[in-house]
T-cell receptor
Framework: EAGVAQSPRYKIIEKRQSVAFWCNPISGHATLYWYQQILGQGPKLLIQFQNNGVVDDSQLPKDRFSAERLKGVDSTLKIQPAKLEDSAVYLC??????????????FGPGTRLLVL | SQQGEEDPQALSIQEGENATMNCSYKTSINNLQWYRQNSGRGLVHLILIRSNEREKHSGRLRVTLDTSKKSSSLLITASRAADTASYFCATGGYQKVTFGTGTKLQVIP
């Protein structure tokens, strides 16, 4: 079974530039998450999708961050414009919405972003 | 904000020893999960314990949960160098999963 795919793996940009991350969840996983993990901390939830609808985006800085999940499969997360404090690893995760393992999230390898 | 707080923040042990890490959380939960994160990689689910369970085992892992104290512990027995990673507790389940701050475990061969 293929895992959660993310790209790019690494990105270096200058502040005020824009950047986009892509995530392809495990086939059949209706729920998709984006997390921000700053060095030395645990992942912080940015947004949760159920199919192509937003379930929770209360911690998404909406003035600069946006995310979409067209057709309920792939998702993109965008930052525009980036700030120095956005330097972090951006993790995508997905899970089933029913069944025995529905509470288990499967994570991608993450995209490491450095803002200079 | 972080729901869970793990301690210790860092732990260094010799291969073959047991490693124990603790997680405290603030609000009532339906379940608590533990994840492992190897350096530079995504998180991997280890084990889930429900609020009506007190102890759960999976291979060399043992998890306990004390809902009266709002705390959980993860014990890794007979540690191996490959167990070197950061370990996070997570609460939430279906909605708004919140991760703790993590314990960084180093197992010295």
């Amino acid at each position: 079974e293929a895992g959660v795919a993310q790209s790019p793996r690494y990105k270096i940009i200058e502040k005020r530039q824009s950047v986009a991350f892509w995530c392809n969840p495990i086939s059949g996983h209706a729920t998709l998450y984006w997390y921000q993990q700053i060095l030395g901390q645990g992942p912080k939830l940015l947004i949760q999708f159920q199919n192509n609808g937003v379930v929770d985006d209360s911690q998404l800085p909406k003035d600069r961050f946006s995310a979409e999940r067209l057709k309920g499969v792939d998702s993109t997360l965008k930052i525009q414009p980036a700030k120095l404090e956005d330097s972090a690893v951006y993790l995508c995760a997905s899970r089933f919405t029913s069944g025995r393992y529905q509470e288990t999230q499967y994570f991608g390898p993450g995209t490491r972003l450095l803002v200079l | 904000s972080q729901q869970g707080e793990e301690d210790p923040q860092a732990l260094s042990i010799q291969e073959g020893e047991n490693a124990t890490m603790n997680c405290s959380y603030k609000t009532s939960i339906n379940n608590l999960q533990w994840y492992r994160q190897n350096s530079g990689r995504g998180l991997v689910h280890l084990i889930l314990i429900r609020s009506n369970e007190r102890e759960k085992h999976s291979g060399r892992l043992r998890v306990t949960l004390d809902t009266s104290k709002k705390s959980s512990s993860l014990l890794i027995t007979a540690s191996r160098a490959a167990d070197t990673a950061s370990y996070f507790c997570a609460t939430g389940g279906y909605q708004k999963v919140t991760f703790g701050t993590g314990t960084k475990l180093q197992v010295i061969p």
